[in-house]
């Protein structure tokens, strides 16, 4: 048994954080060197290296879930208790027009390699973000859990299409083949 | 694919038991071995040649020979190997590190040697074709690692060289961290860690540079490492005693040899021949010619060439300007790379606070120059660009070996590629993305597409593509045992770990009927069924013995990593539990760890026999309770666990 296991009653508390969807980003990449300098197996004597890797691993995946806004809106209703239905579908239609019009604008912005167009998208995302994690505090701060969840839901969606718009611009910028290189 | 665990041995007091590590840069074109000696690290050094003994140097050339030309039929390591590329390219294999964990249909580029496919695995590599034999890549790495290991053993105390940290690069998927492994074991070399190069190359920079005029804490760094056959790009941050990769990108396949090439083929157009008109042994000669001019440039603003091949003769003149555009398409990618890292960190250039060039091909002013314009910013070199890695990773070694930790830096990297699995239709479900920060453990749960379905196959590939064909085959494992239930209920988790080394391990379970699902795992990759017979029997000792104390370390990992999976579930998830459940959990966890700390160390096959049985008799009673424990957790998370992933079938 390890005994340089950290110990905490959840990852707030492990980055000495206080229980909210509102993040001192800078303290928690403090926190986040603290912690791996205390538990990184490079800084650590002993043969059990596994388990060692094991501690780093759990540290990595806490500041992972705290760091992106819909793993850490999910993560504080677990903590309270509340439960994400994800059988239950986005049944906002005016959310998911919105939505759909971004994906049909950059899928229009791939096929043409339109990267100032993909850009631009993705600060439109960046403010529907923005909107839901603000209606998330909100609702939590009130327990309104239905509306919590509510939103919690959508920014699992718009993270996701957020990343899928680095992914089109990684892709507009990809070399078309190796011809050049290889003679 | 199993967790390979690494012994950290301990520092005696006493001078004459000092103990060392070496740090080794493994390079496509040149090798070397460095080591830290009253805090100075320095690379070591080594005649050139055996007849030559007032010639020292510290690069050693990553060739070997295996002709039997004059007698020989040993292999020859470095410049006397070297020698005989001029005549007998064929049996002189440089740039091995190009086929490290290669298969035939990755190696596009040209090279003079005859390549022999494994008859049942097309995803293994290759062996060279040679006078002395098959030889697989990772037998030419060994050579050139047990030459290193030699010079460092005559210039260190016997017995005193506890292992070492050698470099790859940081863009290496699995296959070819393998491979490197490999010829590691091959040479009998322990290896501490895997280090990625531009990481190391930071190392030393960093440690080296503490007087910083600045107030800032924390500063920036990009590492444009390009060398004799690879590119990497690595963001770093660094922060006091904290070295923080941000972000990492590169080609594995590009690189001063393709200079080189591109140099061959404007030298072909200029004398009026196409590089199809040659042989492969005629292009490889070209190409060794236009490596020496391009050399020459370095220096020259223009220099003489000339050619004399396939009955044509021609002159000419290249000059510098001439250099730019025929590299272009190499300056060209690096830069392409240099962005896409950028993105990834969500770092603008403006936030960077130096450039640093790592690599023999970084000397030379067109690539000074393009960097430097591309950046709007002079780009830093003043640690020897060839050595720079080495010195970083025996740096690294002294720490790794050290009693005491507690002063050491702190290298949090990440891993470069994108883990996956397949789903229907051949595409790719990220499951740990690029630049993840490691060490880096992810859970996924399956389920079963049909009543009473037994098995599974779960494949794993890296990469960036959406599809399985243009991605690495990392393996497939194979569940059986899935006892027969309706379709849907079966819970099967699959967990996957990286390690320090940015290698993968993989294990799973089937979480809801208590027995154990057999896994079986196809590695894709790497050595074939032929190379890897020739390996063992190459000097593998003691096989049954190994063999018990490695199945019985393999038990402890497991054991350990249970127990320790168990206390976060109690302290997250005990309120699931009576407390005599509780109280009967941590017994039997007791148990088992008592039965894990008996010493394994030198002892009898009997003994360990013993202690692997204990074991899993303590296993055994832990398992009836660990399971209902997490059979309730399941049922607590299995919609959250399930969220997002797709439920889709993984046939027999």
Redesign the interface.
Known sequence: ??DN?P???NFFALFELPIAFEIDTTKLSERL?QL??QF????????????L??????I??A??ILINPDSRA?YLL?LSGQ?????HSIADLDFLDDAMEMRMALDDAESESDLPAITKLKTTVDQRIETQSQRFTEAYAQQDWSVAMDATQKL?FLVKLRKDM?IA??NS?Q?AD?D???? | MS?L????P?QSANPHEHKYALGIDLGTTRSMVAVVRSGKAALLETSLSSNDQTAKDTLLPSVVYYGNTEGVDTPIVGSDALNYFETDPANTIISAKRFMGRSVKDI???HPYQLKSSDTNVDAMPSFVTAQGDISPVAVSAEILKTLQKRAQSALPDGSIQGAVITVPAYFDEAQRQATKDAAKLAGLEVLRLLNEPTAAAVAYGLDSKNDNSNKQEHIYLIYDLGGGTFDVSLLKM?E??F?VLATGGNSA?GGD?MD??I??WLLTQAGLS?KDLTAQQRTHIARQAEAYKQALTHEDSVEVALDIANTQWQGRLTSEDLVQIVE??TR?TL?TC??VM?DANIDMSQLDEIIMVGGSTRMPVIQKAVAEFFDKAPLSHLNPDEVVALGAAQVAE??IK????N?V???DVTPLSLGLETMGGLVEVVIPRN???????KQTFTTYQDGQTGMVIHVVQG?RDTVENCRSLGRFELYGIPPMKAGLARIEVTF?I??NGQLSVSAFEATSGVKSDIKITPSYGLSDEQQEQLLRAGFENAAQDKLARSLIEAK?EA??E???L??AL?EFGSLLTEEEISNLQQA?QSL?EALKQDTVAKQEAELQAIKANVEQQQAKLKPLSDTFAARIMDQSV??S???TSTETWSD
């Open positions: 048994m390890s296991a110990t905490f009653a060197r791996q300098s990184h197996p490079d800084k650590l004597s002993g043969n059990e290296s596994a388990s890797q094991q501690n780093s691993a759990v990595n995946h500041y992972d999910n677990e439960e994400l239905n994800v059988d699992k680095d611009i990684d910028q070399e190796d050049d290189l290889y003679l | 967790l665990q690494i012994a950290e301990n596009k580029f040209s922060t005693g904290v923080e590009l393709d090439r591109q061959m083929g590089p398409p190499i990618r392409a962005e896409q993105r720490q790794l009693k005491d930790k507690s050491n702190l290298l949090l993840t920060p490691i060490p880096v453990a992810k960036e770990d390690d320090a990992v350990e990593r127990i320790l999976a206390q976060s302290q966890m760890d919609q959250q399930l969220a997002g």
